[in-house]
């Protein structure tokens, strides 16, 4: 099993071998990794640069990172748009084994029917009737980015994406049209708290034992959703500290069990008291506990960004803004850290 770390200073590989973990590679050493991808259909990589003078870059690897080959960017058509970034990399199903999706910045999906010889934008989302109302997403962008596709495993045809700012939307057609799902989400950033499109989810996953969930990480709290992100239920903590935050696990087996790491408030970015702490749901959201056995409890400024956080077979591990990588072998009971010294973690996947 392997931990990848996507920091803004390069490629971390973590190998557990004998029940230790050990950092085994680096790659692409200095550089800004935005994305990592595993496909498990063939098990190749792919790694997305977001240089900032050299622009973006990515690569694929057959041979779970030894080499890489650099593969032609997505461009855009019109001279509307420029690619500044790539934010998510999202394989199809596997009766389409060479099938991917990119998402980018500005927020736009691209599709590879060929393992990235080449990419044709789905237009459908890129020109939505809604586009002029799309903002910008943060980290200073006037962009809006386009950061999860989720590709329902039920359905081939049905694509799902998470835009920061303008929300959910849905295609059950491959991509050639779209529909805002935001019913239920709120923006109290805005004066219309319910508008149809504004909203800032910042993650989303299915769990693999019931397709008809998903859960989402929102800028305004945590949503669930039982009829496949058609409609959205608030289920923030009563409490009020599990509600901001950026990333979001879904458990492999139980529906009803999601972990997620607040902070403060969305002009606060840090840990409610300071104490870094995991919060976990085993009812739906209904109530959320604290798990914060190993973690540091006094000081911690720590911020856990939407693809830092990743979870598979009882084993969690997530990376913060400060170059923090935790790990918990039981289900978020315990943690430890695993390195104290990185760069910005982007991205945390775990690759059995």
Known sequence: MKLIAATDKGLLVYERVAGLWTLKDIQFIGMPVGCFHHDERNGSWWVAINHKHWGPKLYKSGDEGETFKEINVPRFDT????????????????????????????????????????????????????????????????????????????????????????????????????????????AFYLPNSDIEVGHDPHCMQIPEVNTQVIWQQNHCGIYRSEDKGNSWINVSDPNGIASYGFAIVADDTDDQKAWVIPARSDDQRFPYRNQLAVYHTADGGKSWQAQRDGLPQNGSFDLVLRSGFAGKNGLLAFGTNNGNLYLSEDGGESWRALSQNLSVVRQVVIVP
């Open 79 to 186: 001279p509307q748009f420029t690619l500044r970034s790539i934010w998510t990399i999202s394989h199809g199903v596997h009766d389409d084994p060479n099938r991917l999706y990119v998402g980018v910045e500005p927020a736009a999906v691209f599709v590879t029917p060929d393992e990235g010889k080449s990419f044709q934008e789905l237009k459908g989302l890129s020109e939505h009737h809604s586009r002029a109302s799309w903002q910008g997403g943060g980290k200073g962008s006037k962009n809006p980015f386009l950061h999860t596709i989720l590709v329902h495993p039920d359905d081939t045809t049905h694509l799902i994406a998470g835009i920061s700012c303008a929300g959910v939307f849905q295609s059950r057609d491959s991509g050639n049209s779209w529909t805002a799902t935001n019913k239920g989400l709120e």
